[in-house]
């Protein structure tokens, strides 16, 4: 028995087809991996660059490479894969253009998800006077790795600057989708996207 992802993992897995090859960039312990591995046997590759989830993965069988995501995915050839995601990690890299850019190049097409910064919760600790703490931000402003806020409009400005396509769109807050106002009410945004 496979057990249960988050719901933002269960989503993305969703958006995967069976014997895929995914490449997970960021892929902390493995468990999105691993679940795909058993529940729709795809097969592929974890990259991440701290040491006890490359160590994690690897106890739980997944394959995993440690590396920097800022060097870039040279190690990949061309169209090695399906499917490249990207989980909630994109807005702590300096260089998120070419990230998106690179994992298009290795993967038919991406998975990208992220915190909105235009959530309202988000938005009222600003106008607070506080830089906004939250399930999807949970850091204090000092010690955050995130380095990029970008609300929807934003990523999707990208994509377009990048002549890339967004094939799917979905809002969530809580584990539950958002349709009405999705850049207010969301929390965390999930793109999927390929190549035009």
Not at 44 to 72: K, M, S, T
Request: proline share 4%.
């Amino acid at each position: 028995m496979t057990p249960a992802l988050r719901p933002d993992l269960a989503l993305v897995a969703d958006w995967i087809k069976p014997s895929s090859r995914v490449l997970d960039l960021g892929c902390g312990s493995g468990e999105l991996l691993a679940h795909l591995q058993q529940s729709k046997q795809v097969s592929g590759y974890g990259v991440d660059f701290a040491v006890d989830n490359v160590v994690r993965c690897v106890e739980a069988g997944i394959n995993v490479l440690q590396a920097d995501l800022e060097a870039g995915l040279a190690e990949f050839g061309d169209a090695s894969f399906d499917v490249v995601v990207l989980s909630q990690t994109i807005q702590a890299m300096r260089h998120t253009e070419q990230i998106l850019i690179e994992m298009l190049r290795v993967g038919r097409e991406a998975i990208v998800t992220f915190p909105n910064f235009g959530y309202w919760g988000n938005r009222w600790q600003i106008m607070r006077g506080r830089m906004p703490v939250s399930e999807t931000m949970p850091y204090q402003w000092y010690n955050t790795p995130n380095i990029h806020w970008c609300m929807l409009g934003d990523f999707e400005a990208l994509c377009a600057k990048n002549g890339i396509r967004v094939l799917e769109r979905v809002v969530m807050d809580k584990g539950a989708r958002i349709q009405l106002l999705p850049n207010l009410l969301g929390s965390l945004a999930f793109y999927r996207v390929s190549r035009q």
